[in-house]
């Protein structure tokens, strides 16, 4: 397992932008795949984002396509969500989770998570 670091989160008017990091405390951070999930008050998790550890492994909910964009800085030991033309429906908290090598997309492939950070979009 690893630590992971959510920021960034906050409060903004639909249609603005942010941009969540999540930072690991591993040494063989470039092994890691990442994944963004988020949970709105009486739904269940759901997926937003994920990137495999290669290059090309990029996969997306049909919500966020278009508008949100999973990155990562391997000297940063970082992984980043820019989220752009926020609506009001992806008020949540954001979580990111890890595990080693492949991409996945569903809450049980992973054993590391950060502790949540809320993004609150208003009309």
């Known amino acids: 397992q690893v630590q992971l670091v959510e920021s960034g989160g906050g409060s903004v008017q639909a249609g603005g932008s942010l941009r969540l990091a999540c930072a690991a405390s591993?040494?063989?951070?470039?092994?890691?795949?990442m994944a963004w999930f988020r949970q709105a008050p009486g739904k269940e998790r759901e997926f937003v984002a994920s990137?495999?550890?290669?290059?090309?492994?990029?996969y997306y909910s049909d919500s966020v396509k278009g508008r949100f964009t999973i990155s990562r800085d391997n000297i940063k030991n970082t992984w980043y969500l820019q989220m752009n033309s926020l609506k009001p429906e992806d008020t949540a908290v954001y979580y990111c989770?890890?595990?080693?090598?492949?991409?996945?997309?569903?809450?049980?492939?992973?054993?590391?998570w950060g502790q949540g950070t809320q993004v609150t979009v208003s009309s």
């Open positions: 989770a890890a595990r080693l090598f492949r991409v996945a997309t569903a809450p049980s492939d992973f054993d590391s």
């Open positions: 591993t040494r063989i951070f470039s092994n890691y795949a």
């Open positions: 990137l495999g550890w290669s290059a090309g492994a990029e």
